[in-house]
């Protein structure tokens, strides 16, 4: 766990081979705008073409206090793409990169993404490619963006046989994580980030899955005084692993935990009816599943069982019947085959070893695998023990 000063906004940074990803988690954080504590940005945009890329939602809570930070810029472009998953195509990206080019665009202009993890990873994958590569910021809106999507420089899009199949490392100049910008967030939403949370906490920071577990009813009422961190310790359990490995080679793979199937489930059920982190939180039972045949303590598994039912995501039978589609075993583990996750040997899976420690386990028995997703796939049709959906 990092050390939190309360009423003063968190600094991380992230170093990489294009310089420095400054990191800013607190509540009021756009708020003050014009102050000492965003002089940086101020500095970063000043006089320069900036393109906002935005959705509708983030743009209606949180764009004028963007644009406010964003005054110094020479101009303010509002590019507005899909809210969600549906931001994430290569024909959006190209929308994208025809209007910037439309609107005056050049090597030096800026990029700023507003929005959830969707608008985040295609807002980064438009600056990583036009041009050749452009500054960017990220001013992620939703919990799981905060946490996880906007740190680490992967961004992306998707192709229709699966998540994140197209895209580029490309680190943003800032990350402002405003825990302010959280409170417009249905009460779905946040819980969806709170697995990206729970992923990270298991394997590499198990103080802040003690304070995840002890303060969950805080976390899903928008307290702040819990919330800011929770945030920058999440980011900071992600950036040492990152900073080893910043372009998963190795063993940054253990933020992937859950990932495997999830992103597999979100694939067959067309990136509908499912957020991403509710997704996870499917594909983390699945994972323990896995890890106890190797021998995961059992009291372990059923504490983070426990607070997966606590957070209650929806059953996948509720999804199924929502969209009228029935995953099929066969079918994800194909999806699973065609993650980028994958290697030509073969899936490789993210499963806890212990408390606080992962690991990266190939080669598992493909006749295991299925028939464990099998029974995995029935049980998840049932309601589960925690909050409905």
Known sequence: MVDFVPDAPHRLTLAHPRGESDIL????????AGSGVLSGVA????GRTVFLVTGELPDRHCGAAARKLLEPAGRIETLEVPDGEAAKTVECAASVWQRMLERGGKRDSRLVTLGGG???????????????GIDYVQIPTTLLAQVDASVGGKTGVDLAGGKNSVGAFHH????????????SLPAAELRAGLFEVIKMAALLDLDLLALVEESLDRLLAMDPEVLTPVVAA???????????DLEEGDRRRLLNFGHTLGHAIESEFGYRGLRHGDAVGHGMRFALRLARRRGL??????RLERMIDRLGPPTLGDVERQLGVRLDADRLIKAMGRDKKARESGLV?????APGR????????????RSELEVFLDTSRAPAGGAPA
Request: aromatic share 8%; glycine share 10%.
């Open 297 to 302: 303590d059992p009291e372990f598994a059923e």
């Open 172 to 183: 943003p100049r800032f990350v402002l994580a405003d825990i302010d910008c959280l409170g």
């Open 43 to 46: 500095d970063w945009c000043r």
């Open 25 to 32: 988690v607190g509540p009021g954080l756009l708020a003050s």
């Open 349 to 353: 899976w993210i499963l806890p070893a």
């Open 118 to 132: 969707a608008i985040g990873d295609l807002g980064g994958f438009a600056a990583a490619c036009f041009l050749r």
């Open 358 to 369: 992962g690991e990266i386990v190939p080669g598992l028995d493909p006749a295991l695998v």
């Open 234 to 244: 999440s980011i900071q359990a992600k950036l040492n692993v990152v900073e080893a």
